[in-house]
Each structure stands twice: as structure tokens, then as C-alpha cells.
């Protein structure tokens, strides 16, 4: 019914989820670390949208200065380094070893996205405002950053769905524990957003940083620090699709832009082919 592998594959692993195979315990552990994983998840998100919408002006951190300086540093390091070390190699064999038994590697990716999370939650719950707010948007420009800074949400929202909504919100794991299967990972992502250009995950929480309505020498510090992550990060992800797909990455590298679209790329679809290993 659904030809879209993007629909038919989490509609797919929904559906035999929930015809689990026999093994109570199994069956228990999987609802419970997939019910966290997307509790969490969606409380990260929610801290992470209210607190820049704020400018970062509103948490719950109470460092004194100027120690502060240092905790928020800290702060905005961790996320950035673990995220992309638990992508190394070494950093997956921790990952498949973080959850003990032998399901370790099937919950690979729900791990991986609590993890981010909970990194997510630490960041903007704890942050230390400096008090200082240089401008707050108002009357039309307010509801017009409002709109931008949620159309940037939705961009990121269609971006994820686009590389692997099942990836991305960590429901691979949980769900192919469920009904005790091999994760099936998404194919090398080419369609809707991936077609103009490669990164576009990067692109949409770059524009997430920059249409707040509030800013603050705090938004200012966060925005251009993982602005620059998001440009360096995917030359790492590239790297790991360089040697996973070989001649196929390095064509369609050819084709679309890195990360900003400025030429006209060839539209139609990929051939879906099944792979051992996905990426985040």
C-alpha cells in the first residue's frame, strides 16, 4: 500500500511489533526502554525548543560567576563530542554494551538516542543565564521570527523523517527488539530534503539557532558553536558513507551540494537495498 520506503519501512516494523514472538521478559524490557527512550526524547526537544526561543534566558542553573562561564562551556562541549564519538567505532561497541544481555546491539539505536536526550536535557535545563538580554523581538517582527523559528522546527522534523524516522528517534531498537529481529536499517538517504542537499538534519538546526526571537550573549555563545559543529560534523558522517558505499556516495556527493542548494540535481529516487549498519 505504502510504496514510500520512508512510510513503509516504520509502518513495517510497527506491524510486526505488534505480533511480538513468545518471551515475556523480552517483550517487557523492550516496552519499558522504548517508552523512556521517547519520554525523554520528547522532553529534550521541548527544553531545547523553550530555552532558545527564550535566548537562553530561562533555566534552571545557578552557577556563580564566573564559573559559569566554564559549566555552560562544558555544557555545550559534551553534546557535540559524545554525540559524534558513540558514532566511532569504538564508541558503537560501548553503545552495544551499555544494555546487558544479548539484545545489547538490537537497542544500539534507542540507546544512542536517549543518550542524546539526555545530553540535550542537561544543556538547557542547566545552563547558567548571564542576565543580560541585548533584544526581544516585538509587535510584527515577533510573531514573524515566531514563525520562522517554527517553520525551522518543521524543516528538521521533515529532514528526520526523510534520513529515518525510525532512526532518528531511537524506535529501530525498541521496536526490532520487540518482535525479536535483526534492526533493518534505512538505505543511504537520497529523497525528499536529501535530493537538494546532503545535509539537510545540519542546515535545519542551523536555522533553528538563528531565528529565536530573543537574543542574549548566551544564544549568541550556543548558536555559533554548534553552528560550526553542524558545517564540521558531516565531514566525519561522510567519511563513514565514503567507505559504505563506496562509488554510490562518492556519485551522489558529485551531484548535490554539501549543504546549501545551488544547483540543479537529478530528482528521481533511489534503489533501496537493504544495508547491516545505519548511521544517525
Not at 45 to 62: E, H, R
Not at 129 to 141: K, L, M, N, V
Not at 163 to 169: D, I, M, P, T, W
Not at 196 to 211: G, S
Request: charged letters at 15%.
Amino acid at each position: 500500500m505504502f510504496t514510500d520506503p520512508r512510510l513503509a519501512r516504520p509502518l513495517a516494523l510497527v506491524h510486526n511489533a505488534m505480533r511480538p514472538p513468545s518471551g515475556l521478559r523480552r517483550i517487557l524490557i523492550a516496552l519499558l526502554v522504548g517508552m523512556f527512550c521517547h519520554l525523554i526524547f520528547a522532553t529534550g526537544v521541548l527544553a531545547m525548543v523553550t530555552a532558545m526561543f527564550f535566548g537562553m534566558s530561562k533555566s534552571v542553573g545557578s552557577v556563580p560567576w564566573p564559573w559559569a562561564i566554564i559549566v555552560n562551556g562544558l555544557l555545550i562541549l559534551q553534546f557535540p563530542l559524545v554525540h559524534s564519538w558513540l558514532l566511532t567505532g569504538n564508541g558503537g561497541k560501548l553503545l552495544a554494551r551499555m544494555v546487558p544481555g544479548e539484545h545489547g546491539t538490537t537497542l544500539s539505536t534507542t540507546t544512542y538516542a536517549i543518550i542524546a536526550s539526555i545530553q540535550l536535557l542537561l544543556l538547557f535545563t542547566l545552563w547558567t543565564p548571564s542576565g543580560t538580554i541585548w533584544w526581544q523581538a516585538e509587535g510584527g517582527t515577533f510573531w514573524l521570527l515566531c514563525g520562522a523559528y517554527a517553520a525551522s522546527w518543521m524543516l528538521l522534523a521533515k529532514a528526520s523523517f526523510d534520513a529515518g524516522l525510525e532512526v532518528q528517534s531511537g524506535a529501530l531498537g525498541w521496536l526490532s527488539m520487540l518482535a525479536n529481529r535483526k534492526p533493518v536499517f534505512p538505505d543511504m538517504p537520497t529523497l525528499g530534503l536529501f535530493k537538494f542537499i546532503r545535509h539537510p538534519i545540519y542546515a535545519a538546526f542551523v536555522l533553528t539557532l538563528w531565528t529565536v526571537p530573543t537574543w542574549t550573549p548566551d544564544q549568541l555563545s550556543l548558536a555559533l558553536c554548534f553552528t560550526l559543529y553542524c558545517f564540521l560534523a558531516p565531514v566525519l558522517k561522510e567519511r563513514r558513507f565514503s567507505r559504505r558505499y563506496g562509488q554510490r556516495f562518492k556519485n551522489y556527493r558529485d551531484d548535490v551540494p554539501y549543504m546549501v542548494p545551488l544547483r540543479n540535481i537529478n530528482k528521481s529516487g533511489p534503489v533501496l537495498e537493504n544495508q547491516e549498519k545505519g548511521d544517525r
